[in-house]
């Protein structure tokens, strides 16, 4: 959540304030409309959001070069830039790696794709489409990119996604044939398998791999699907490619066994038949029922009794002579945190760290701890950055970046929580209480 009031007022030398429009949209409906004015409004509507972006784009920009002048000579530069890119992912509320995104595409449009930043002004193009120019000519030098966007510049009006990424990747092969290749490296380097959670309590596991690997597994699961639907097999040839992928991959004929998943729900969910739903870490909340059954259907399960306070319903502190975080202190902090702890941040948790460091005299406990990923651990160790525990009930936190914004988090409602104050009614509160 945003602190507004922390932050500087430009009102003094902007004389766009964006928050009018804010005010200005929220009672048009188009109920005084006709159906052609209805028609006009929404294209106008859509140039809107594109000439947004665009602004978005040179401020973007702006602020990143502002960033680059006051950091000293000696700061690296990918420093700098994970910082500006947090600071960006934040006001815009997304995640710290779409906020990388949003730096990139920035810098590109503005720097070296000057007729493309110029057709996302007018509202030619949408966002996206401009991002797919930028994605596509990322390999390329600057001279080959502002030649691309020079020729690409009479072909964009009623060009779709697929045809502006296509249009793109031709001009730049014929400018630079060895671009090709530098993108195969790239991405062949970036190949990862990733988890995400699916509709209906389900799951994606991806794995991003070169061609010629990622066709082998499929024909080779395939394969073995059509061979056991040929003996008699009832299931459908994804039923059987998907139980194989599983198969294979655990070593284990079904569901369950001796692999260690994480469920937390409350005693009556497990053990009263409650309908309140359980959090299973790494996905997020499943139906109690199917919490039920995942005990049930396991060879083997071991339950940990965590201990909440009466009051508050918060699970109780723990603390360690240790500086690092680790064994049940880790544990119990990724049980509570479940994601991320940056604001609009679901990546899962890489590092357990002190939300006031040890060097600052934060102790390593369970209310001076937090869970963040990768990239937000590291963005927070840079200059400028700070994170302090506002108050101990539901660990409610306050992140202050570089330029004084203030955005403050507090971990998901444990099962069997009461209902909590929101966010911005709990900062607000504290601020006046301040005050």
């Known amino acids: 959540m945003y602190d507004r009031s922390s932050a500087s007022t430009s009102a003094g030398h902007d004389p766009v304030d964006p928050s009018t429009w804010i005010e200005s949209l929220a009672g048009h409906d188009g109920a005084d409309l006709t159906d052609a004015e209805c028609i006009d409004q929404l294209r106008e509507l859509e140039r809107l ?49 779409r906020g990388q995104q949003h730096l990139g595409v920035s810098l590109g449009l503005v720097r070296d794709l000057p007729q493309t930043h110029a057709a996302l002004t007018r509202g030619d193009i949408s966002e996206w489409r401009a991002t797919l120019i930028v994605r596509e000519t990322a390999t390329l030098c600057r001279e080959d990119r502002i030649q691309v966007d020079r020729e690409l510049a009479s072909q964009l009006d ?40 699916a509709p ?28 056991q639907r040929a003996q008699g097999d009832p299931r459908t040839i994804a039923q059987l490619m998907a139980d194989t992928f599983y198969q294979r991959l655990t070593g284990r004929e079904a569901a369950g066994g001796d692999v260690e998943i994480q469920l937390v729900m409350s005693e009556r969910t497990l053990l009263r ?16 029922f199917l ?48 994601w991320c702890r940056t604001p609009w941040c679901d990546a899962p948790i890489a590092h357990a760290d002190h939300v006031r460091q040890a060097r600052r005299g934060g102790r390593t406990s369970l209310a001076n701890g937090q869970g963040l990923c990768e990239a937000c651990n590291y963005t927070r160790e840079t200059p400028g950055w700070r994170a302090d525990v506002i108050t101990t009930e539901s660990h409610l936190v306050a992140i202050t970046t570089p330029t004084g914004h203030s955005y403050s988090s507090s971990p998901p409602q444990q099962p069997g929580d ?17 005050a």
């Open 200 to 227: 209906d309590t389900m799951s994606n596991v991806t794995g991003l791999l070169p061609v010629a690997q990622g066709v082998a597994v499929f024909a080779c699961l395939r394969k073995h699907a059509e061979s």
């Open 273 to 288: 038949a409650d309908a309140e739903p359980a959090h299973l870490i790494g996905h997020g909340s499943i139906p109690a």
């Open 49 to 97: 959001k594109a000439a947004a972006a665009a602004a978005q784009a040179r401020i973007t920009e702006a602020f990143d070069r502002s960033q680059r002048v006051a950091a000293p000579a000696s700061r690296p530069a990918n420093e700098v830039s994970r910082s500006v890119a947090c600071q960006v992912a934040l006001a815009r509320r997304e995640s710290p790696s």
């Open 291 to 338: 919490a039920r059954r995942l005990v049930r259907d396991s060879h083997r399960a071991w339950i940990r009794r965590l201990y909440t306070a009466p009051t508050s319903n918060e699970l109780v502190a723990m603390d360690s002579t240790r500086r690092a975080f680790s064994g049940k202190l880790r544990q119990l902090l990724v049980l509570r945190d479940q």
């Open 418 to 434: 009461p209902p909590r104050l929101t966010l911005e009614q709990r900062f607000r509160r504290l601020l006046d209480d301040v």
């Open 158 to 197: 009623g060009a779709g996604d697929r045809r502006i990424a296509d249009l793109a990747r031709k001009i730049g092969y014929r400018l630079d044939p060895g671009a090709i290749l530098r993108r195969n490296q790239k991405a062949e380097a970036d190949r990862r398998v990733t988890i995400r959670p």
